[in-house]
Antibody, heavy 122, light 108 residues
Framework: QVQLQESGPGLVKPSETLSLTCTVS?????????WGWIRQPPGKGLEWIGY????????HYNSSLKSRVTISIDTSKKNFSLRLRSVTAADTAVYYC??????????????WGQGTLVTVSP | DIQMTQSPSSLSAFVGDRVTITCRAS??????LNWYQQKPGKAPKLLIY???SLESGFPPRFSGSGSGTDFTLTINSLQPEDFATYYC??????????FGGGTKVEIK
């Protein structure tokens, strides 16, 4: 059973870089899946941030965040990471990692990590 | 960008009711539409993929239908554990993905 777990600081100062890691257990990250990040501001809906393929080269980012985001993968460590630069209070959210299944019938996120709240504050 | 609009944004229903949630895409997305269930304080879970395929682990009272721009999530005989927020998500415009705004299902 594939399980994902986010880790990283829960508090980041404005203008600094948010860094999170997602550790995968029960599966290799080299199985031909994409691995992604999604966030949810308090009381609001879901926003996809981006995802990375297990080749470590192929990445796709939400155009609204593309200039500030980097997602990378470490297949040897079975984890992938999110870096979001120059954060503001608007980046305060619960950040989820998830596997993105890719099939002829579409792409869907599952399973998901439990999520981690990151607050941007001085 | 493809916009996804869910309606209603919230609803109240009794246990045992039949509930219908609608998701509309700003352009045709064939059947590239997924549904997720999110309970308070928890991560979303994939519920329906490819418009109508039920993810394993969910009971058959959940069903999805639709194609093109209009999609429906139906819950037959609503159960106490079904009270949650439901999100649709399109993958037609992959790599760009879009979620709907969510529909909160509450107890009446």
């Amino acid at each position: 059973q594939v399980q994902l777990q986010e880790s990283g600081p829960g508090l980041v100062k404005p203008s600094e870089t948010l860094s999170l890691t997602c550790t995968v257990s029960g599966s290799s990250v080299s199985g031909g899946y994409y691995w992604g990040w999604i966030r949810q501001p308090p009381g609001k809906g879901l926003e996809w941030i981006g995802y990375v393929f297990d080749d470590s080269v192929t990445t796709h980012y939400n155009s609204s965040l593309k200039s500030r985001v980097t997602i990378s993968i470490d297949t040897s460590k079975k984890n992938f990471s999110l870096r979001l630069r120059s954060v503001t209070a608007a980046d305060t959210a619960v950040y989820y990692c998830a596997r993105l299944g890719v099939a002829g019938r579409g792409n869907w996120f599952g399973p998901w990590g439990q999520g981690t709240l990151v607050t941007v504050s001085p | 960008d493809i916009q996804m609009t869910q309606s209603p944004s919230s609803l109240s229903a009794f246990v045992g009711d039949r509930v219908t949630i609608t998701c509309r895409a700003s352009q045709s997305i064939a059947t590239y539409l997924n549904w997720y269930q999110q309970k308070p304080g928890k991560a979303p879970k994939l519920l329906i993929y490819a418009a109508s395929s039920l993810e394993s682990g969910f009971p058959p009272r959940f069903s999805g239908s639709g194609s093109g721009t209009d999609f429906t999530l139906t819950i037959n005989s609503l159960q106490p554990e079904d009270f949650a927020t439901y999100y649709c998500q399109q993958s037609y415009s992959t790599p760009a993905l879009t979620f709907g705004g969510g529909t909160k299902v509450e107890i009446k």
